[in-house]
């Protein structure tokens, strides 16, 4: 199995992530992604870098290679993600990926145009893909519908235009992706939730490799370890509202104080790596890559201590 480690914009200031995932690579890991955001999903995360500067960085200082799952149509113009993705992959060429979804609030409020329902987000999220791969084969791409571009084109093009995975966590949105996605990635901890995602995504004869982002918190017992995800995903308890539609931190840090749910059950918690390890596994049914993220902020302890263990445990078992 394919063991990547995802590194938290939300959670570390972009330089000591820096630091993280060159260790990360050291002690095993086999690959890295992050996500593109503007703001945290709550106050007490307290970060949020701009990961196409970082993953530059990243990816000079590091061999492996490294994804990002990022939101086009509204924050960013298709064409202006496609000149992003465009020079990352051609300055590391088969390194790079970058996974599209539909967007969340908390990151693209600040345009300050209207927020979509979800379907209209679909469709743009559908139209800014097909611009994208257009403009990453050359083309020259005007387009006048949900999202607008006027005779495009990109001209610094990698050899060959990397991977477009779709994001996806329902298996309506897993399947409409499936029509023009090299791939999927995906995000829970509900076995059979995440199977029915995956079978959707298959079913409509979706191609590529699927991708599985879980959440862990490990810690040296695991009552300490249920503390950390109330402190750090609090918002993982934001279940009676949709979480794609809270425009800032404090409102989710609001909605989970008000909610019955216990954020530690939105992750993997515990204080054994190869209990984890084993509580990962089973989510792993059709599932090609599994990228881990530990949701403390002591990455250095995690990745030097924790996650050798891990890997280790997850590799046996694959």
Known sequence: MFI??????EQLAPSELLSSVQLAER??????????HLAPWGVAQGHSGYAWSWLGAAL???RFGFGVVTAPG??????VAAQAIATLAEMFPG??????GSGELVNEHVTGDPWPEKGERDRRLDESASVIRRLLHGERVDHDGAVRVHDARVWSLPTAPPLLVGAAISPGTAERVAAWADGLITTGTDASALADAIGAYRAAGGRGEVSLQVHV???RTADDAAALARDQWRHGAVTRVS?????QPEDFDRLAAESDADPAESVIAGAEPHEIADRVRALCAGVDRVYLHHIGKDQRRFVEEDAPALIAALEEGS
């Open 95 to 100: 390194r790079f990926w970058a996974a599209l």
């Open 4 to 9: 990547g480690y995802h590194a938290s914009h």
């Open 60 to 62: 000079a200082l590091t």
């Open 74 to 79: 509204q924050r960013y113009h298709p064409a």
């Open 217 to 219: 918190s490990i810690a």
């Open 243 to 247: 979480p794609w539609d809270v425009a």
């Open 27 to 36: 002690v095993g890991f086999h690959g890295a992604m992050c996500s593109d």
